[in-house]
């Protein structure tokens, strides 16, 4: 009888430990998994406004005279914003994203070979105008908060982020008056 109750208890502390590192394995797998979900999104959003971008505005006088080109900038940032529609999901929620989250650059292609970096210089009016090998980028980043913050692998917020970078496209502009 002695032996039978010795085995019960090793066998439940053996379980406390086996539980303990399968849970922690558990949550960490669920928090990567919804940081890939998240991440998914942010790329889903950084896309929506690269392409909304890449249409920008004509802005031409009374005579017909192009003045200058408009990115729309205000317009980008809503569009990422709610790009997963006007409730969200569940998940994260781009909807109160500040504005220094979503970071939006004209970039020039230097090279001509049609690869842009975040350190190439800036699109002039006129190259914008002309849409001269000018590209848009849209960078959104999010504060991803873990959901099982205890979990050793993860850190309680981790920031994710995600970019775009579309050509200007010259046959698509748009055309305003001033």
Do not use: W
């Not at 090793?10 to 922690?24: S, Y």
């Not at 949550?27 to 990567?32: C, E, F, H, K, Y």
């Not at 990422?80 to 569940?90: A, K, L, P, Q, T």
């Amino acid at each position: 009888m002695r032996k039978h109750k010795r085995t019960i208890g090793q066998a439940l502390v053996e379980f406390a430990i086996a539980i303990t590192l399968i849970f922690l394995l558990l949550s960490a797998a669920v928090d990567l998994g919804l940081m890939f979900f998240t991440m998914q999104g942010l790329r889903n959003a950084a896309q929506e406004g690269a392409f909304f971008g890449s249409f920008p505005v004509v802005i031409v006088d009374s005579n017909g005279v192009p003045t200058g080109v408009s990115i729309r900038e205000n317009e980008i940032r809503k569009r990422v914003r709610f790009e997963s529609g006007d409730r969200g999901i569940g998940i994260y929620d781009l909807r109160d994203l500040p504005d220094d989250r979503i970071k939006i650059s004209v970039l020039k292609d230097t090279n001509f070979d049609g690869h842009v970096s975040a350190s190439d210089p800036s699109c002039t009016q006129e190259d914008m105008l002309t849409a001269r090998h000018c590209y848009i980028r849209v960078e959104v980043s999010y504060d991803y908060n873990a959901f099982f913050p205890f979990a050793p692998v993860l850190r309680d917020t981790v920031t994710l982020r995600a970019s775009s970078i579309l050509k200007i496209r010259s046959d698509m502009l748009l055309f305003r008056n001033s």
